[in-house]
Nanobody
Framework: EAQLVESGGGLVQAGGSLRLSCVVS????????IGWFRQAPGKEREPVSC????????YYTDSAKGRFTISSDNAKNLGYLQMNSLKPDDTAVYYC???????????????RGQGTQVTVSS
């Protein structure tokens, strides 16, 4: 059964860092794009970043550029999102997803996780 499980969320003060992990099982990441999304209370889910596991091409939204770093470890079937200089506006549930095509549309991904809560206090 294909499954993605996020971990690494928690409560952190503004300016702090967290590293989110996405554990993948039931399929390999070799030819997939991993996407990270987030959904803040009362807001729609939005893309944060994505990476092509085949050539490590990355994409970041403006809110993530310069502060977040996405990566993947194909050998371990893991995806990561390193988040630095966190702000209260980063508070959200963070989700990972994987598919052959990737993109900014959550529902365009074949595999989607259940999310991990990130709370940034001021």
């Amino acid at each position: 059964e294909a499954q993605l499980v996020e971990s690494g969320g928690g409560l952190v003060q503004a300016g702090g860092s967290l590293r989110l992990s996405c554990v993948v099982s039931g399929f390999t990441l070799d030819d997939k794009t991993i996407g990270w999304f987030r959904q803040a209370p009362g807001k729609e889910r939005e893309p944060v970043s994505c990476i092509s596991s085949s050539d490590n091409t990355t994409y970041y939204t403006d809110s993530a550029k310069g502060r977040f770093t996405i990566s993947s470890d194909n050998a371990k079937n893991l995806g990561y999102l390193q988040m630095n200089s966190l702000k209260p506006d980063d508070t959200a549930v963070y989700y990972c997803a994987a598919s052959l095509s990737g993109g900014s549309n959550w529902w365009g991904y074949d595999y989607r996780g259940q999310g991990t809560q990130v709370t940034v206090s001021s």
